[in-house]
């Protein structure tokens, strides 16, 4: 790596950079070799030759909302949609979990262009997290705006409900603080700079939007607003592990999203974050019932109506916004 330029103006350090990411880096470890800014590029180009729409929303299809059962659900909502598996794009890896189908579906939703991720991947899956963040890198080079990232996940806070909606005001990066993160290595300014912040990550003025699209769809009384973190994964927690996570704030706990929306906020995407609780942390040894994913996929059915009509009004507004802006 060639160094940064630092030099001074109005007193600030300003870097410019000198470098960017080598062609290929080399195998990080687990045998998942870095792209360089070219290939992404690459993939970009594949999928706008593919498609004529120009999104400017991209949306991540959380577990069991990204058409599990081919009707009715978030990205089957999308209209005159042109679907992409992704074993058929440049450079993109495969999704391996059920309730992911592994399409990117081009469309849109109340006349705004959208991109949906139907299938994301998971760390658990064995991609390390830059690549399970490269599908927000693409959107940012497909010329998408605004990130949507939905997520099925496990209330923690005693007074949400399973089915309950919630606007993610904020994320605790567990992982982070393990030094795991998607934008470790070498740093590539092309997306975005090598230390950016991340105190107002999730959009205030979309969550406000959100809130009022809940008041005027009737949903109010289930959208929450809380905080979200994301473990490795793929076992569902421990009492003990909870109990901490309750402690230091947590309302809702997954196993993606986070990484997504440090990949998104690095290269300049605005983020709105929505967790669909589809199960209850178990903090008591007492409790007689445990996690499953077969129950994360059924709450994601029972309320697939409510989710596609509240996203797709999200991203009306969104896009208007977007607009005004
Ligand atoms: O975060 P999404 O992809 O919605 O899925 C959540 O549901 C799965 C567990 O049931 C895990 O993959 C967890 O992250
Ligand atoms: O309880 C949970 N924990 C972690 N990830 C999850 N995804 C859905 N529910 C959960």
Same mark, same amino acid.
């Given at each position: 790596?060639?160094?940064?330029?630092?030099?001074y103006?109005n007193?600030?350090?300003?870097?410019?950079?000198?470098?960017?990411?080598?062609e290929v880096e080399t195998?990080?470890g687990n045998?998942h070799k870095r792209y $360089?800014y070219?290939?992404?590029v690459?993939t970009?180009q594949?999928?706008?030759?593919?498609t004529?729409?120009? =999104?400017v929303?991209? %949306? %991540?299809?959380? $577990?069991?909302m990204g058409?599990y059962w081919?009707?009715g659900s978030?990205a089957?909502?999308?209209v005159?949609?042109?679907r992409?598996?992704?074993?058929?794009?440049?450079?993109?890896?495969?999704?391996?979990?059920?309730?992911?189908?592994?399409?990117?579906?081009?469309g849109t939703?109340?006349?705004?262009?959208v991109?949906?991720m139907q299938?994301?991947?998971h760390?658990y899956?064995g991609y390390p997290?830059?690549k399970?963040?490269?599908p927000?890198?693409?959107?940012k080079l497909?010329?998408v705006?605004?990130l949507?990232?939905?997520?099925?996940?496990g209330?923690?806070?005693p007074r949400?409900? %399973?089915?309950?909606?919630m606007i993610?005001?904020?994320?605790i990066n567990?992982?982070?603080?393990?030094?795991?993160n =998607?934008?470790?290595?070498?740093?590539?300014e092309?997306f975005?700079?090598r230390?950016p912040p991340?105190s107002?990550?999730?959009?205030l003025?979309f969550?406000?939007?959100?809130?009022?699209?809940?008041?005027e769809?009737n949903?109010?009384?289930?959208v #929450?607003?809380g905080v979200?973190t994301?473990?490795?994964g793929?076992?569902f927690?421990t009492?003990a592990?909870l109990?901490?996570?309750?402690?230091?704030?947590v309302d809702?706990?997954?196993m993606s999203?986070v990484?997504e929306?440090i990949?998104a906020?690095?290269?300049d995407?605005?983020v709105?974050?929505? $967790?669909? %609780?589809?199960n209850?942390?178990?903090?008591?040894?007492?409790q007689?019932?445990?996690?499953?994913?077969?129950e994360v996929l059924?709450?994601g059915?029972? #309320?697939q109506?409510?989710l596609?009509?509240y996203?797709?009004?999200?991203?009306e507004?969104f896009g208007r916004?977007e607009?005004?802006?």
């Amino acid at each position: 790596m060639s160094p940064t330029n630092a030099s001074y103006e109005n007193g600030s350090k300003v870097f410019t950079p000198k470098n960017t990411l080598p062609e290929v880096e080399t195998e990080n470890g687990n045998g998942h070799k870095r792209y $360089s800014y070219e290939m992404l590029v690459e993939t970009a180009q594949f999928l706008l030759s593919r498609t004529s729409t120009r =999104p400017v929303i991209g %949306i %991540i299809c959380g $577990s069991g909302m990204g058409s599990y059962w081919n009707e009715g659900s978030l990205a089957e909502s999308i209209v005159e949609a042109e679907r992409i598996p992704y074993e058929e794009i440049p450079n993109f890896p495969v999704s391996t979990v059920e309730g992911h189908h592994g399409k990117m579906v081009f469309g849109t939703l109340g006349e705004v262009p959208v991109v949906a991720m139907q299938g994301r991947f998971h760390y658990y899956e064995g991609y390390p997290l830059w690549k399970c963040c490269l599908p927000v890198r693409v959107m940012k080079l497909l010329g998408v705006k605004t990130l949507i990232a939905t997520n099925a996940a496990g209330g923690l806070n005693p007074r949400y409900k %399973i089915g309950d909606l919630m606007i993610v005001k904020d994320h605790i990066n567990m992982m982070g603080f393990a030094g795991n993160n =998607p934008l470790h290595g070498p740093n590539d300014e092309r997306f975005g700079p090598r230390f950016p912040p991340m105190s107002k990550a999730y959009d205030l003025e979309f969550r406000k939007i959100a809130k009022q699209v809940a008041k005027e769809l009737n949903i109010e009384n289930i959208v #929450r607003e809380g905080v979200y973190t994301c473990l490795g994964g793929p076992n569902f927690e421990t009492v003990a592990e909870l109990n901490m996570l309750k402690m230091v704030g947590v309302d809702a706990v997954g196993m993606s999203t986070v990484h997504e929306v440090i990949t998104a906020r690095h290269c300049d995407l605005k983020v709105f974050g929505l $967790s669909l %609780i589809t199960n209850e942390c178990i903090t008591s040894y007492e409790q007689d019932n445990e996690a499953n994913h077969e129950e994360v996929l059924d709450v994601g059915r029972m #309320r697939q109506d409510v989710l596609r009509k509240y996203v797709a009004r999200l991203v009306e507004e969104f896009g208007r916004e977007e607009q005004r802006t």
